[in-house]
């Protein structure tokens, strides 16, 4: 039974392949098996509603014959690799030895074949009937026509010759050459002869092909260098008159024609930063070079030349300079309120003991100066600060005195700058002015010695052409220097401000810098930056572990953080630099003492710069309050003379600290108003004001209330209605879990086909073994069938012989 | 160059010449009796200027006199008079001993005045010497006693020795805390304390009760050099070993050590103290020596003498009173309105800030102090967070948290929707002394609301959370109690930032800036 259905499914499955016609098949009612649905959904089309057994049948059995059994039949049959190469088992021979031998082999291989008429003495390798060496060139492109010519070897002369016998050839020969009829040639000669005309013909194509290509290149080349005439913007009067030149070369008006095409792109298109750069670099570079002209001292003319010049080049800050002259520009500029009182501080470092009596004195001076101030008019903010600067200058005026006679002698000594000799002059002038291109300083040292002995307004020009000459388009290093030069800058900032007498107006010249910098690289400023910040924070923590009390941080600390301020916003939230600054400042408002009238200075300062930072944000700053509030105790507690100046400061900075920070505090009100009702009889004015500045009442608050929250609603026994979007028993809630389920079917699934395929494949090799075994054995019975009726018919016949013999 | 080698040759050869004297000298002295007037010499030798001689004459002297307490060459008993040494009729022997006693007596006359010597090698080598003898002395008694009645000691040479220890005039800290190793031992830990005790009630009754720094210090290195074990069995490690019933040994019995310790500091804590002196003792007292005392709340008039003075003082008072209370069941009236008291501006600027914020959040975990007494605290803290620097604010602040937690009736603090949008001054009352009528519990915590705009961005998120609900679970605030400023600082600075936000209108000049403050005040001419 099982036999018949798969003779006939074979025969049937033979049909189908064998016929494309499959309509006919499914059209079967025999051959077609109908899914049964359970259900009938509308809408849905499902592919396996009708199936066709038989032919997915017989086409499994066709592919497992054409795999499975062949891998079958070759069970166990092995093959074995035999290498037929010369001398591959020979162990005697060396390998260049049997190498040599197969070469030789291979060449008479190849000599014993009949290409006589191949031209090359060399075998060529092709590929797709290309030649080899030809694709390896590949540089120089070739045309398609010489390449036609180059594969097509037989020319019409050559067939003619070999394919239409000698007799044409010879006669063609006999009617072309006739100076040299009278040889009767051989085949041989002829053939030789041809040989060499094809030779030479080949050689005259390849010199022709150099020279196309010579000449190409030489186009090209001349064409670059129209180009460039084209990039360069000409004036159009040149070119009209060039083109009116009449030159009708027809090459020329080629190029002219491309060279007008091109014109269409911007001829100066716009400069990148790095263009820029350069150019600038190159413009330092040559103004550079004229100053080093002029420093040799040539020529004269160039010196006044050079005086226009730089006027023009923004250079007005006097041609001449030397050394004496800045140094008392620098002394007038760096004159900041502290200052004085860091020379009067270094004073009492030099004698101790006189040092108190001074300090006495100035306070004398000082309550002297703010009696007349109060008595004379009653200004409270800028006078009182210009009084106390006063006081200062007044201070530090010995001192000035001093130095200026020494300046003043310094200033003999030097020769005049206008001198009678212009040569000498110009050449002084040369020196004094300042090079136009400047290395990135590769150190500290580096850079103050570049900026060291400059005034302000040259060590801004100084630093900004270091900056343009090592922009960072310029070359790979020079990000890295320049972010080393910030660091360095600080570093120098800072020395400006802790010598003595501080020079800031040099720092303020250098804020630009130094803030381009930053913009530049914002990380390496930060780093700079917070490096300075956590230093000193932590020597003043260490400071405050040994001693119990740390000194008010320098002038360079201070001129740091509002340096801090320019660059970094201090308004952030959280800020990489500003929320250490804060707390620098916090450190340094609570935990510095207080011991002399400098460091009231610096407090305020720093009172200042806190207000500063806060402005915008409108943050409270409860150690500012605290620190005004001690330096107002202690004005109220001490010498009442000690500090009137100091206290106006505070004051001012009270007014400011309250009119700014809205954060209204009670305490602080009334700590104020204790303290100023004290030294009302001088500053009732300012004490009125501050009363103006603080609301009378206390304001209201009201009282405090957790957020809003959104009230959580109540749990509901309504059923919870929930879109369907996917039918089907697909469980699981999340995207992973489906997935996961989704891939456990599908393994399921694959391990029930490869199961049931490696059922049926063993079927099928079991069907197949069993038909082996049966052709065997048909065979076998028919073997011995055979020789049955062989021997019967033997037998036979020797009963017939004995049959007759007996006869 | 060459002066400078001839000295140092006379040195060399002064050295030796020293050493080989008072070398021979001894072996002299040991070997025979004859000899015995060289002990004058090497007696000598304790009083030179070099302190090298000193130190060598000392050891010398050490092993003279120990060799001759072996060998019972020392006289024992009461010493009669060296002028009366001719006239009595006494044998040779006797009359040697005698003699030998006497230059002993001289000897330890001359190492205790050496102990007041400058350098502190020969301090050193006195002391030890001393020590030696105190050892040889309590092995070979030098006086008649009747071993039943009293135990072997030489408390005499003790005493003296504990008394120019505790000198008056120097510091002698060093020197003490050399003798610590002897104090290991416990008998003389034990006679040690009693000296001291003697000590103390002498000098301090001889200047009237005033204040004597140095001499005070002295005391307070040694007492606190004092270490009582924690178990009687420890106690097997004496110098001087008694043949006869050790187990009655006062200096054997842990109790009697508690008892000596104990009358010696409260002894020493009766008179009045220098203000460091306070603090050096308050800071040590509730590790090291109340657990050693037999009864600690006899320091109950030292300690609320303390916590009456007030400041810092009081804040470390703190300590011992609270193991008072908690493990000695001591009752503290106005405990808590004190506490109150205590806390001003001050508190977060003292070193001890720490401790105190660790001992208030004990005192106030209770959950069965009324509301009225936490929300004066609260409210307190609130209003003095207002001028505290960011590191005590970020302990304050999770603390004012966790008392809202901890007693939920406080919570109107922070939540009063009852009044809601009806302004009102604050009625807390600051200058009341009194929790209980400063009207806390009437007020909000508006000052907390005015910290959310603190510069410090830790700060000002500790400070949002008053704005919600609080959560269920305390903040710890163990972590941040040692936090410094600078910790903070790097906190900040060590964190990685993606992109550092800049200044966008670029500065042209130091003091010119879109919000100057300091331009306006300061000018740079």
Partial sequence: ?807 | MAPSTDSNVKDENSQVSYKKDINTKTGRILQNKKHSNDIFDVIEYLQSEKDKEIIFATNACKRVFCQLFYRGDLYVGDLPQEEELMSGDRSAEEKYRIFMRHRYNNCVELLLENMGHEAFQVKEASLCALMKFVEAEGKHPLQNLDLIEHYIFPRELLRTLVEHLLSTEEDMSLLISRFQEFLEMDDVRYYVMSSVRDNIYRVMGRNKKAVIPVYQNNVYTLLSNINVPSQGSKMKHFLVKQAYRPEEWKAGKLKEHKRAFEQMWLLFLKFKLPSSMYKKILVILHESIMPQMSDPTLLIDFLSAAYDIGGAISLLALNGLFILIHKHNLDYPDFYKKLYSLLDPSIFHVKYRARFFHLVNIFLSSTHLPAYLVAAFVKRFARLSLTAPPTALLILLPFICNLIRRHPSCRVLIHRPSAAEEPCDDPYVIEEEDPAQCHALESSLWEIKTLQKHYHPDVAKAAMKINEPLTEQEEEISEVLELSTFELMERDLKAERKTIPLEFDTATELLKSPREVLGVHFSLE
């Fill in chain 1, 1 to 807: 039974m099982m036999r018949k259905q798969q003779t006939f499914s074979r025969g049937l499955s033979d049909k189908v392949r064998k016929s494309k016609a499959a309509p006919e098949i499914q059209k079967n009612p025999f051959e077609v098996k109908i899914n049964r649905k359970k259900f009938d959904v509308l809408g849905r089309k499902s592919k396996h509603d009708v199936g066709l057994p038989g032919v997915s049948r017989s086409r499994a059995i066709q592919k497992r014959k054409d795999t499975l059994l062949k891998e079958f039949r070759l069970k166990d049959k092995n093959n074995t690799f035999i290498d037929r190469r010369f001398g591959e088992y020979d162990s005697k021979l060396t390998p260049e030895e049997k190498i040599l031998q197969r070469f030789t082999l291979e060449r008479q291989r190849t000599q014993d074949r009949k290409d006589m008429y191949n031209l090359n003495e060399e075998e060529e390798l092709t590929h797709y009937g290309q030649s080899l060496a030809e694709m390896e060139k590949m540089t120089d492109v070739i045309d398609s026509d010489s390449d036609s010519e180059e594969k097509g070897l037989l020319s019409a002369e050559l067939t003619a010759t070999h394919f239409g016998g000698g007799g044409g050839l010879l006669r063609k020969k006999s009617a072309g050459d006739e100076e040299e009829e009278h040889k009767p040639r051989s085949r041989q000669e002829l053939i030789e002869e041809l040989i060499f005309k094809s030779k030479q013909e080949k050689r005259e194509r390849q010199t022709q092909k150099e020279e196309a290509q010579e000449l190409t290149e030489k186009l090209d080349q001349e064409w670059k260098s129209i180009q460039n005439l084209l990039a360069h913007k000409t004036p159009k009067a040149e070119r009209t008159d060039e083109t009116d030149k009449p030159k009708l070369d027809q090459y020329d008006m080629m190029v002219r024609e491309l060279g007008f095409e091109m014109k269409a792109q911007p001829s100066e298109k716009l400069k990148s930063a790095e263009e820029l750069a350069r150019e600038e670099r190159q413009r330092l570079q040559t103004l550079e070079a004229d100053r080093l002209k002029r420093m040799m001292g040539d020529a004269e003319e160039d010196a006044v030349q050079t005086n226009t010049h730089v006027s023009a080049d923004d250079m007005n800050d006097g041609f001449i300079l030397d050394g004496d002259d800045r140094k008392t520009l620098a002394y007038k500029d760096g004159k900041w309120n502290i200052e004085g009182e860091e020379e009067e501080k270094e004073d009492e470092d030099g004698d101790e003991e006189g040092g108190e009596e001074e300090d006495e004195d100035d306070e004398d001076d000082a309550e002297g100066e703010d009696d007349e101030e109060e008595e004379g008019e009653d200004d409270e903010e800028d006078d009182a600060d210009e009084d106390h600067c006063d006081l200062q200058s007044d201070e530090g005026s010995e001192d000035e005195d001093g130095q200026g006679a020494e300046e003043e002698q310094l200033c003999a000594e030097e020769p005049p700058a206008v001198s009678e000799e212009q040569k000498k002059a110009a050449q002084e002038a040369a020196r004094a002015e300042l090079p136009y291109t400047f290395p990135a300083p590769e150190s500290y040292s580096d850079l103050k010695q570049l900026l060291q002995g400059h005034g302000s307004e040259q060590q801004r020009l100084i630093l900004d052409r270091t900056l343009k000459c090592n922009h960072p388009s310029l070359s790979a290093g020079n990000k890295a220097k320049l972010q080393k030069l910030f660091g360095f800058l600080l570093e120098y900032v800072g020395d400006l401000a802790t010598q003595n007498p501080p020079d800031l107006r040099t720092v303020s010249a250098l804020i630009p810098q130094i803030c381009g910098l930053c913009q530049m690289f914002p990380e390496a400023a930060c780093k700079a930056v917070q490096t300075l910040l956590s230093d000193s924070g932590h020597s003043m923590e260490e400071t405050l572990e040994v001693k119990g009390r740390a000194p008010m941080p320098d002038l360079d600390m201070l001129v740091l953080l509002k340096i801090t301020a320019l660059l970094f916003p201090s308004s952030d939230f959280r800020h990489p630099v500003t929320t250490p600054a804060f707390l620098f400042l916090s450190q340094a408002l609570t935990r510095c003492a207080v011991v002399s009238l400098e460091d009231v200075c610096k407090g305020l300062v720093l009172c200042c710069l806190a207000l500063e930072y806060v402005s915008l944000s409108q943050r409270i700053f409860p150690e500012l309050l605290n620190f005004l509030l001690g330096l107002l105790h202690l004005t109220v507690s001490d010498k009442h003379n000690m500090g009137t100046a100091v206290c106006v400061c505070v004051c001012v900075c009270v007014c400011v600290c309250v009119s700014v920070s809205q954060v209204f505090l009670n305490q602080c009100r009334i700590s104020i108003l204790l303290c100023v009702d004290l030294i009302i009889t001088l500053l009732c004015d300012l004490h009125r004001e501050i009363l103006d500045a603080i609301p009378e009442k206390p304001s209201q608050h009201a009282p405090l209330v957790f957020k809003k929250k959104k009230p959580i609603p109540l749990k509901l026994f309504t059923p919870k209605i929930v879109q369907i979007l996917d039918y089907g028993k697909k469980r699981g809630n999340t995207k992973e879990e489906k997935e996961r389920e989704r891939l456990k079917h599908k393994y399921k699934r694959e391990f029930k086909g490869a199961l049931r395929e490696i059922r049926k494949d063993t079927r099928f090799l079991a069907r197949e073994k069993l038909s082996d075994v049966m052709s065997r054995d048909a065979e076998r019975k028919r073997k011995v069938k055979e020789l049955y009726g062989s021997l019967a018919t033997q037998e036979g016949e020797w009963k017939a012989l004995k049959r007759k013999n007996r006869k």
